[in-house]
Nanobody
Framework: QVQLVESGGGLVPAGGSVRLSCAAS????????MGWFRQAPGQQRELVAL????????KYADYVKGRFTISRDNANNTVYLQMNSLKPEGAGVYFC???????????????WGQGTQITVSS
């Protein structure tokens, strides 16, 4: 199996910055997409940012464009999310997601981390 472990969450002042990390480990043959999703209380999980395949292509939710940057270390199966100019509405649990294969020739599976809480103080 593949495990995703997030780190870097916590209390951040409005307008502040924080960097999240997510490291994938376990039985990994290859990882395609890696990304970050946010879930606010009572809301559905939504895309924040995504690194497509090796990370040369990225996708962002409109509300984070220009403030958040996703990056990826393929050698270490790690994805990062640099969040700047945080707003109170950006609070929630941030989940890491990876699409990958555990063996050659198998189909792609989707894996989720346990989530890390971001609280934005105003």
């Amino acid at each position: 199996q593949v495990q995703l472990v997030e780190s870097g969450g916590g209390l951040v002042p409005a307008g502040g910055s924080v960097r999240l990390s997510c490291a994938a480990s376990g039985s990994i043959f290859s990882i395609d997409n890696m990304g970050w999703f946010r879930q606010a209380p009572g809301q559905q999980r939504e895309l924040v940012a995504l690194c497509i395949t090796s990370g040369t292509i990225t996708k962002y939710a409109d509300y984070v464009k220009g403030r958040f940057t996703i990056s990826r270390d393929n050698a270490n199966n790690t994805v990062y999310l640099q969040m700047n100019s945080l707003k109170p509405e950006g609070a929630g649990v941030y989940f890491c997601r990876a699409d990958g294969r555990i063996r050659w020739g198998t189909s792609t599976d989707r894996f989720w981390g346990q989530g890390t809480q971001i609280t934005v103080s105003s």
